[in-house]
């Protein structure tokens, strides 16, 4: 089994609020994040054809940022990854029969303010600094932004992360207003290529 067979099996228990493909995370991307009002679950799928040598790099940056991690993965690769995964991990198995709970991903205490607000545009994180008053952050750059975000007492997480979240599941829309653009462009460049005169 591959990633998009894995997927086809994973969606539909992602019930509740939206699921990003490839949502950049740290120096990686997530394969899958689930997201709702209340938690951001980061799923990280390994088929038959995947290795496990990016396991190192990524777990970190998903720690940092969600509050549930899970990895779907086929059986041949069980023995060598659970040494790697910390126990609040989830594991899940795939296979031609379907997903199987090998454990459940328990609550992550490990987050981070940078890590989730980087989950966000730069412009974004200004609104929701600016908002709680915090002036002089609309000149930052985002290094800056995230440096003050590691060591400031004056940003909740708990609020952070609900705005995060909200911003997050709010561009539902917008990617499907894009997608819906991009497929009318196509038509029309198509309609057009049909209608040129053939030599």
Not at 66 to 83: A, Q, S
Not at 154 to 160: N, R
Not at 183 to 199: G, H, M, V, Y
Request: charged content about 30%.
């Amino acid at each position: 089994m591959n990633d998009p067979d894995i997927r086809v099996l994973l969606y539909p228990l992602l019930l509740g609020g939206v699921y990003v493909d490839e949502l950049p995370t740290g120096t990686t991307r997530a394969d899958v994040v689930h997201i709702t009002e209340q938690f951001m679950h980061g799923y990280e799928l390994k088929g038959d054809q995947d290795t496990l040598q990016r396991v190192a790099r990524q777990l970190p940056c998903y720690s940092q940022a969600y509050d549930f991690v899970t990895f779907v993965i086929t059986e041949k690769h069980l023995p060598k990854l659970l040494p790697q995964l910390p126990e609040w991990v989830g594991v899940l198995v795939a296979s031609e029969a379907g997903l199987t709970l090998h454990r459940p991903a328990r609550y992550n205490a490990t987050v981070e303010r940078p890590a989730v607000a980087g989950l966000l545009r730069v412009t974004e994180i200004k609104q929701y600094l600016l908002a709680r008053g915090l002036p002089g952050v609309s000149t930052l750059r985002r290094r800056d932004i995230l440096s003050f975000l590691r060591t400031t007492k004056l940003v909740p997480l708990s609020d952070l992360a609900h705005f995060v979240r909200r911003q997050l599941m709010g561009r539902l829309e917008e990617r499907l207003l894009m997608r819906a653009e991009r497929k009318a462009e196509r038509e029309r460049l198509a309609r057009i290529r049909r209608k040129r005169p053939r030599r």
